[in-house]
């Protein structure tokens, strides 16, 4: 059973930052890639960041700039540290993975969704 577990969501105001981490627990034999997705009321989900086993990342234009994305292989784990924050930035936001179970198992999970509220 694979559980991702996020944190780091809330109420901030425009201009300030947020970071987001997410940690996956299972027995993992090895994690390709990791990224931070976002889904607005009334909006299709959309890819924010993403970051590859070899690090290689890839933004959303709108974030580029002011978001980063980063892991740590050894904890499982990845951040999103999103800073001059917007309200447009106002959704909930989802990490997505994508791993290798010890038995061989490869699979795409999604954490439970936190959100992030820009308004002042």
């Known amino acids: 059973q694979v559980q991702l577990v996020e944190s780091g969501g809330g109420l901030v105001q425009p201009g300030g930052s947020l970071r987001l981490s997410c940690a996956a627990s299972a027995s993992i034999l090895s994690i390709y890639a990791m990224g931070w997705y976002r889904q607005a009321p009334g909006k299709q989900r959309e890819l924010v960041a993403r970051i590859t086993s070899g690090g290689s990342t890839n933004y959303v234009d709108s974030v580029k700039g002011r978001f980063t994305i980063s892991r740590d292989n050894a904890k499982n784990t990845v951040y999103l540290q999103m800073n001059s924050l917007k309200p447009e930035d106002t959704a909930v936001y989802y990490c997505?993975?994508?791993?290798?179970?010890?038995?061989?198992?490869?699979?795409?999970?999604w954490g439970q969704g936190t959100q992030v509220t820009v308004s002042s």
């Open positions: 997505n993975v994508d791993l290798v179970l010890w038995h061989g198992s490869r699979g795409n999970y």
